[in-house]
């Protein structure tokens, strides 16, 4: 991992930190590639073989773990992929995946031609997901450069198992084009700046312009419900048409950290009254 990739929070929160940087400070990816290309037509058959048997491990151990294989899985499977980048993209701060990867553009491409030879001779079902950034207008996710439309979909196929049956199937197709929560960070620090109004505040969600305050984001009239009450805030959650996890970064674990959530304030006030009402499940 390098050390631009594993950016600190302080990096990251620090107003005018790494995201107006991350995407100016990588080369342009059509320059790389084309550099790349020149020199990597021919990939060695060695290197070859052995890029196609850690393609099929990661694929066999997506399908196992979660009954479908998919190509982040595989570029996290065989470590081009850190979880810390994967989660950048998620949330918009990346603007493409292939910028994330570490590795050269020829090996990624043969690394995703691999995957398709390996599902379908395994005889596996392709389903098209949608991708959507973690950000209130949840833009779709892209994963190259150009945008390439036959690049793109086979990112954005899951390989499904044909063991499993159709309303297993559908239930993962399902969950996977959920869009994935929103979420809001407590900065470490309190010197960042709205990319919107210029302003600030105690928490911030990332978009790929920067960092906009709640309000400008369209998620000022939350309220914070600190973690630690899993059924009031399973309640609150159900009752809320919007919520967002609240997430601080960890020096000491070098993560994110979950601290609680945003919900409507009228959604937390009817969950707390069915609670006082019902005695409460241990869970
Ligand atoms: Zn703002």
Redesign the pocket.
């Given at each position: 991992m390098s050390p631009r990739r594993s950016a600190s929070a302080d990096d990251l929160f620090s107003g005018g930190g790494v995201w107006g940087g991350a995407t100016t400070a990588l080369p342009p990816p059509r320059a790389a590639a084309a550099a790349v290309d020149s020199g990597d037509r021919a990939m060695p058959p060695d290197e070859q073989t052995k890029l196609a048997a850690r393609v099929e491990r990661a694929a066999e151990a997506a399908l196992a773990r979660q009954g479908y294989a998919s190509a982040v899985d595989v570029l996290t499977g065989i470590g081009w992929l850190d979880l810390a980048t994967l989660q950048r993209w998620q949330r918009g701060e990346v603007t493409c995946l292939e910028q994330g990867i570490q590795t050269r553009p020829a090996r990624v491409a043969e690394a995703m031609r691999l995957l398709h030879a390996w599902a379908t001779a395994r005889g596996l079902a392709p389903s098209e997901v949608e991708y959507v950034a973690r950000t209130p207008a949840r833009p779709a996710l892209r994963f190259t450069a150009d945008g390439g439309e036959a690049t793109e979909r086979g990112y954005r196929t899951h390989w499904m198992s044909r063991e499993l049956t159709a309303k297993q199937r559908e239930r993962l197709e399902a969950k996977a084009s959920r869009p994935p929560e929103l979420v809001v960070i407590q900065p470490l620090q309190q010197d960042w700046v709205?990319?919107?109004?210029?302003?600030?505040?105690a928490l911030l969600i990332m978009e790929s312009a920067g960092p906009?305050?709640?309000?400008?984001?369209g998620l000022g009239g939350l309220e914070f419900l600190p973690a630690g009450d899993a059924a009031l805030s399973r309640r609150a959650k159900a009752k809320s048409e919007v919520f967002a996890v609240v997430v601080r970064f960890s020096r000491a674990r070098k993560r994110y950290e979950r601290q609680g959530m945003l919900v409507q304030p009228e959604a937390l006030r009817e969950a707390e009254r069915e609670l006082a009402r019902a005695p409460r499940r241990d869970d």
């Open positions: 709205c990319h919107r109004c210029g302003g600030t505040g906009s305050c709640l309000p400008c984001a």
